[in-house]
């Protein structure tokens, strides 16, 4: 793992480079011997953790890093969307999950639709209540 970030922000020959030190993220000085890293971060405290930097476009850095399960890792991606509703913030997929509602049907009400984050997120959907047969 401590490889693969060094080299994905400073080895323009590494696949990811482009989205890493190709975009300026880089690995602070201290964590380019692999010593310092462990020093800092410690072990992997569990499987499935890998390291996440809390500021997308921030470095790798003590301060800027900290292990993260792969969901926490995609709710912080640069192309996550977050709506806010009452000045409560949460991903697209978040809002999805609380509200019952598909997540295609969410970003359609937001992206394909434009309608207001209220609207999308106070809208029930269409259909049949939950739980009753529809007749056919």
């Known amino acids: ?76 991606r640069r192309n996550t969307h977050r709506l806010t509703l009452n000045g409560v913030t949460k991903t697209l997929a978040e809002w999805a999950r609380e509200i019952g509602l598909p997540w295609r049907t969410l970003h359609g009400r937001i992206f394909d639709y434009h309608w207001t984050v209220e609207r999308a997120l106070t809208t029930p959907a269409r259909g049949w209540p939950p739980g009753k047969p529809r007749r056919c």
């Open 1 to 76: 793992m401590w490889r693969s970030v060094v080299a994905r922000c400073t080895k323009p020959t590494d696949r990811r480079f482009k989205n890493y030190g190709g975009r300026g993220i880089t690995v602070c000085d201290r964590w380019l011997k692999f010593e310092n890293f462990l020093a800092d971060m410690g072990q992997r405290p569990a499987p499935g953790l890998s390291v996440e930097r809390k500021n997308n476009d921030g470095p790798y850095s003590p301060e800027n890093c900290v292990w993260a399960t792969a969901a926490e890792q995609v709710a912080n």
